[in-house]
């Protein structure tokens, strides 16, 4: 096997892509059958996956571009993607709206109707959504059962951020947006909940990296929903590093992949995906990504986001406006980081 190329965005790039800012190129495989994907995934995440896809398929070889999820949706419909069979993302409401606006080719794919839409979108990964604390730096927060009791401890004083919030900026990223809407719908007391978040302290952040990172440093109380799979190799390093449990719901996003209508290579696109759903492709995702623990028997809360038209009116320019502009009234004087 070639050994993995990585590239970070520069003017190697610039060339072929140059409507698409992208995080990191990379190629595994030597066959002559190339099928080229754009995920938001990290690379180390999914690299057992690529690994293997050409072990299963030795003729082929992969080019994995990583971008955000933003950025992606906003590639939809360019020439930046005219290169591309395979396109995989965390952030749900896009790919659902990239799909209703006719981006994507119908495949056949066995599938049950909850894990596809319209024959074009497929469920391959689900991404439990978490929160972090650090226990040394605020070690009451071990002691909170569901977000209800969080905003009643932070009324009544016995709890304090003083550190400060962290999550993601919704007018930055995709997910992030996602995310807080999904909350808004879940519990009427979310905007409460912000707004003390944003005392004394809230930072925005575009990148789960970025604000594991400050959690974990004990730079801020709380990293308030993340994507629990790029937490797990920090959780593993430091002691102190803890998932706050919420018991009223755990959020849980599907990761989804399309083959675009623009596609060079569909019929490979199409391959990479049913393989990245297949039995042998799931056994190398930890356990609580796998799409068989929907099916599974649970005590805990999950929430897992639906697959559906309503998700398209969240991104309508009024209603994500008007959105946007409740949260900065929430949020306030926030902090950028």
């Known amino acids: 096997m070639r050994p993995v190329v990585a590239c970070l965005v520069s003017l190697c790039l610039a060339n072929t892509l140059h409507?698409?800012?992208?995080?990191?190129?990379?190629?595994?495989?030597?066959?002559?059958?190339?099928?080229?994907?754009?995920g938001t995934n990290e690379f180390e995440a999914i690299k057992p996956q690529l690994d293997d896809f050409v072990q299963v398929y030795p003729n082929a070889q992969i080019n994995y571009l990583m971008a955000s999820s933003a950025d992606i949706a906003g590639a939809i419909g360019t020439d930046a993607i005219r290169d591309v069979?395979?396109?995989?993302?965390?952030?749900?409401?896009?790919?659902?709206?990239?799909?209703?606006d006719g981006a994507a080719r119908a495949i056949r794919i066995p599938s049950a109707p909850s894990a596809q839409w319209r024959d074009r979108l497929f469920q391959i990964s689900l991404e439990p959504i978490v929160t972090l604390y650090n226990k040394a730096a605020n070690p009451k927060l071990g002691e909170i059962k569901d977000r209800f009791e969080l905003?009643?401890?932070?009324?009544?004083?016995?709890?304090?951020?003083?550190?400060?919030?962290?999550?993601?900026?919704?007018?930055?990223?995709?997910?992030?947006?996602?995310?807080?809407?999904?909350?808004?719908?879940?519990?009427?007391?979310?905007?409460?909940?912000?707004?003390?978040?944003s005392t004394p302290r809230l930072i925005e952040s575009c990148c789960s990296v970025d604000m594991i990172k400050l959690?974990?440093?004990?730079d801020v109380d709380l990293a308030y929903n993340i994507l629990e799979s790029y937490a797990m190799s920090e959780l593993a390093k430091n002691p102190d590093l803890h998932v706050l449990a919420f018991s009223d719901y755990q959020l849980l996003v599907p990761r989804t992949a399309f083959v675009?209508?623009?596609?060079?290579?569909?019929?490979?696109g199409a391959q990479f995906i049913d393989y990245l759903?297949?039995?042998?492709?799931?056994?190398?995702?930890?356990?609580?990504?796998?799409?068989?623990?929907?099916?599974?028997?649970?005590n805990s809360p999950l929430k897992p986001v639906r697959?559906?038209?309503?998700?398209?009116l969240q991104l309508d320019p009024y209603q994500k406006a008007r959105f946007i502009k409740q949260w900065k009234s929430a949020t306030g004087h926030s902090a950028s980081p």
């Open 260 to 268: 675009p209508i623009t596609a060079d290579n569909p019929d490979l």
């Open 307 to 312: 697959m559906s038209p309503a998700l398209i």
């Open 85 to 100: 069979d395979a396109i995989l993302s965390s952030a749900l409401d896009l790919q659902v709206k990239s799909v209703n």
């Open 151 to 197: 905003l009643d401890q932070l009324r009544q004083g016995r709890l304090a951020l003083q550190r400060g919030v962290v999550l993601y900026d919704p007018t930055l990223s995709g997910v992030g947006y996602l995310l807080a809407a999904q909350d808004a719908e879940q519990i009427d007391v979310f905007w409460s909940l912000l707004e003390w978040f």
């Open 215 to 218: 959690v974990s440093d004990g």
């Open 277 to 298: 759903r297949s039995t042998r492709a799931q056994s190398l995702l930890p356990e609580h990504m796998r799409l068989n623990r929907l099916q599974q028997p649970t």
């Open 19 to 38: 409507a698409l800012t992208l995080e990191g190129r990379f190629e595994v495989g030597v066959g002559s059958d190339v099928v080229t994907v754009l």
